[in-house]
């Protein structure tokens, strides 16, 4: 039986084929992984039941998925690091202390801009081409950050130093 591991893919909704792409990825590389972001967003609020639903609600809902999950994960795209959706996602999973990875969407061969969340938070973001490396991520494996065309690039310099006296 191959192992379960509990995701959350944050995306922008513009990338929703992407997502489905990733989702079938990691099926087809024998991971059993159960995705519990939404799949689908309405530009303007999400509506349900022909009613806009809260953004208290959404919140909740994100929050109780995200605390599900044991990876997060980012799909980093031309247009994720406008959506305030992604960066809240982002920081809760990081207040809850899960791995946050990135991965760059297919053809993002010009430098795109990480989510500011992510520039705080994310660990080493990886290359479409490099998804092959996602399953051992999962696993608990430490990759090289990449650019977008995955290929290697510098650290994120995301880390606190504390002194200890």
Not at 16 to 24: A, C, E, G, I, T
Not at 30 to 36: A, I, L, T
Not at 82 to 87: A, F, L, S, T
């Amino acid at each position: 039986m191959a192992d379960i591991h509990n995701v959350f893919i944050s995306h922008y909704s513009g990338d929703v084929q992407r997502l489905r792409d990733l989702k079938n990825y990691l099926r087809a590389k024998g991971c059993k992984v159960r995705n519990s972001s939404a799949e689908e967003d309405k530009e303007g609020g999400v509506i349900r039941n022909g009613k806009k639903v809260e953004d208290a609600t959404i919140a909740k809902y994100l929050r109780a998925r995200i605390k599900w999950s044991g990876t997060f994960i980012v799909i980093i795209g031309e247009h994720t690091h406008e959506r305030p959706w992604v960066n809240y996602e982002i920081k809760k999973a990081h207040d809850m202390g899960k791995q946050i990875v990135g991965i760059y969407d297919w053809n993002c061969k010009d430098k795109v801009e990480l989510p500011e969340a992510y520039k705080k938070y994310g660990g080493s973001p990886l290359g479409w081409g490099s998804i092959e490396k996602l399953g051992n991520i999962i696993k608990g494996e430490v990759t090289a950050p990449e650019a977008p065309d995955g290929t290697p690039a510098g650290p994120i310099f995301n880390m606190k130093h504390i002194i200890c006296q």
